[in-house]
């Protein structure tokens, strides 16, 4: 299968030690306000900042350790509001949760409505973000196959990146 690139499927692969972060937070602040914008919806500093933050950590990041970082510059900070600016990027799909992990990683299609599939390492927790229509309708093939009327879906893959892993794999 060899090393996720980003193409047609993959949206966010895993990312390089000497990735760009500057230039994903930079591109995912721009689509915010685009967005934003775009739907007449307010873009405000705190949004920003947590979607900055969220962007930062270029993995999984949980509500408390947002909350640590933005009382950093905003000392009287408090869960909810946190959790209001989350609830709002997850509302408009700028940014995802990913369950297993009780944590919150940004989007790198949000111009594009969809679930998404994520690939989770066990041992680093970096994350790669799929969006394989392949992989979406098969689920709902069997959701219907069942009576069962999907409404949303994520999927979670946890297994070892390559780095953890060590190697490659060819095939």
Not at 86 to 95: P, R
Request: proline share 4%; hydrophobic share 35%; glycine share 8%.
């Amino acid at each position: 299968m060899g090393r996720l690139k980003k193409d047609d499927k993959v949206i966010v692969p895993f990312q390089p030690d000497r990735h760009d972060h500057g230039q994903c937070i930079s591109e995912a602040i721009a689509a915010a306000e685009t967005y934003c914008k775009k739907n007449g919806l307010s873009f405000t500093p705190l949004r920003r900042q947590v979607l900055e933050l969220v962007w930062s950590s270029h993995g999984p990041i949980g509500a408390y350790e947002l909350l640590d970082k933005l009382r950093v510059s905003r000392g009287n900070a408090e869960p909810p509001t946190v959790y209001r600016a989350l609830d709002f990027f997850i509302e408009h799909g700028l940014i995802h949760r990913i369950e297993s992990l009780n944590a919150y990683v940004g989007c790198g299609d949000p111009a594009r409505r969809h679930g998404g599939q994520f690939l989770i390492c066990r041992d680093c927790k970096s994350v790669a973000e799929l969006d394989d229509i392949a992989i979406a309708r098969a689920v709902i093939r069997r959701a219907d196959a069942l009576g069962f009327e999907a409404e949303q879906q994520t999927v979670e893959v946890v297994g070892r990146c390559s780095a953890c892993s060590g190697e490659i794999k060819n095939g």
